[in-house]
């Protein structure tokens, strides 16, 4: 499927947000109704300001009374209106108006769409700024439609600001899928154009529909994370991106970071004990909380560097074990622990291995932080929250918690943390096997030795052997 040349093209090649809403203004085939809830007609007026909107604006709807907007678009089971039941239903309304009322009159010439927003602005820094965004489309007169679905979060603390971001987000969605459907890179490139850095996080991007087939949206959120438009997407164990916030609700946590190249025996083992000291710690039943894998993508900044069907078998094979997968660009523990914060406020765990207790309390991770490593410990560490810690066991030697000894400086406040069993062994060095790391497996399979399937859950031996992942060698085939 070729994208269509945006007309005017040639004349005014500056992307701005006007530009941009006048080139769908002067396109005789768009035509569509805009209906947003929560932050104002932010998108309709753009393509108002932009002039010849008559030629692209059927209608613009703002129901923000709930009677009135229930009225329109029936009651949601759950009685919220910023969520993706409230925005589909409004995609389908409004775009099977458009066909109902319209479709007889100038079907034959015209691609029919539908824009629709539910957000939450707000200014206060403790309530979260978020809504769902959406289109509804067609790409060829009487064909058939397609969707696009974001769910975002804004940064900006002033409601003006968040409301003008979101009027340009959903310009460049529109503009975006009307002209650019070539390539993912390339479609979510257009979808974030001229929004300022931090002032957008997208968390979840779906498409749906014969002309977006070719995408795959797995990749597309891994773009968004790669491109540091999205801090974290989630996969649930059936490899569906889900939204954090959705999943996360009021549950404990416990997260193991790894980079799973491949996941080994060992982290199940660390994960199967980390649940249960976190169930003991809380007293907490097994649907009271979600253990989550998760690994970071820094390596994805640079192009040349991703392997992207390996990065999705490596989330299928965690995926395949039944577990929730997070894929991160967070670097630190601290920030893992803030973007969780936002949806749950019950406890969350980290589960570490021993030699990672030297880089928590390195301060030259937090010299970004004006109250360095005090700051750091301080935003990961709370009665809340807690560092697990398993044994890290080779043939020589165990470290666990009491043979980590920082810095002088450092030291009271690491005895603080353990006397208030912040920080805490999950396992002692008499109740493992040794601790086999992923570099080792990775090691074992490049030299083409077999030893390693014995080492890696069974699920995950034959998605390496079958997809010859890891540059696997034929004697260990």
């Not at 959406?134 to 003006?160: A, E």
């Not at 109250?371 to 807690?386: A, I, M, Y």
Request: a positive charge; hydrophobic letters at 35%; one cysteine or more.
């Amino acid at each position: 499927m070729k994208s269509k040349t945006p007309p005017t093209a040639g004349i005014q090649d500056k992307r701005t947000t006007v530009n941009k809403a006048l080139r769908i203004n002067l396109d005789g085939e768009r035509y569509g109704s805009f209906a947003e809830i929560g932050a104002g007609q932010e998108v309709a007026r753009h393509f108002f300001n932009a002039g010849k909107a008559s030629q692209t604006v059927a209608l613009t709807i703002s129901a923000y009374d709930m009677t009135f907007s229930d009225h329109i678009y029936g009651k949601e089971s759950s009685g919220r209106y910023v969520c993706e039941s409230r925005l589909l239903k409004m995609l389908k309304h409004e775009y099977q108006k458009l066909e109902d009322r319209l479709g007889t009159a100038r079907g034959d010439q015209t691609c029919f769409f539908a824009f629709a927003s539910t957000v939450a602005t707000s200014a206060d820094p403790k309530k979260q700024s978020h809504g769902w965004v959406g289109l509804r489309f067609q790409n060829k007169p009487r064909g058939p439609y397609n969707d696009i679905i974001l769910h975002v979060r804004m940064k900006d603390r002033q409601r003006l600001l968040q409301q003008e971001t979101l009027g340009i987000l959903g310009v460049n969605l529109c503009y975006s899928a009307f002209y650019f459907l070539n390539n993912g890179p390339e479609f979510i490139s257009q979808i974030v154009d001229n929004i300022k850095d931090d002032s957008l996080v997208i968390d979840m991007i779906q498409t749906t529909g014969p002309d977006v087939e070719k995408f795959d949206n797995r990749l597309l959120n891994i773009e968004l994370v790669r491109t540091g438009f999205s801090e974290a997407i989630l996969f649930d164990p059936q490899m569906k991106v889900v939204t954090i916030s959705d999943a996360v609700w009021n549950k404990a946590i416990l997260v193991q970071r790894g980079h799973y190249k491949p996941i080994t025996n060992s982290h199940l083992d660390i994960l199967k004990k980390g649940c249960h000291q976190l169930k003991s710690d809380f007293k907490l039943r097994d649907n009271q909380f979600l253990p989550i894998l998760e690994f970071n993508t820094s390596k994805l900044q640079s192009k040349e560097q991703i392997d992207e069907q390996e990065y999705l078998l490596r989330i299928e094979s965690l995926c395949g074990l039944g577990h929730y997968v997070l894929v991160s660009n967070l670097d630190l523990f601290y920030k893992i622990k803030d973007l969780l914060r936002k949806s749950t406020n019950k406890p969350i765990a980290i589960v570490v291995a021993a030699h990672h207790l030297e880089k928590i309390f390195d301060a030259n991770h937090y010299a970004d932080l004006s109250g360095g490593l005090l700051e750091g410990l301080g935003r990961l560490l709370d009665q809340e929250t807690r560092l697990y810690v398993y044994p890290d066991k080779t043939e020589e030697i165990c470290l666990t918690t009491k043979s980590f000894f920082p810095k002088d400086n450092l030291s009271l406040i690491y005895q603080y943390f353990l006397k208030q069993s912040w920080v805490s062994d999950i396992a002692g060095c008499d109740e493992i096997e040794r601790h086999w790391h992923s570099d080792e497996i990775f090691a074992m399979i490049q030299k083409g030795q077999t030893q390693w399937e014995k080492l890696v859950p069974p699920s995950v031996k034959e998605i390496i052997k079958k997809n010859k992942m890891f540059r696997l060698k034929k004697s260990g085939s």
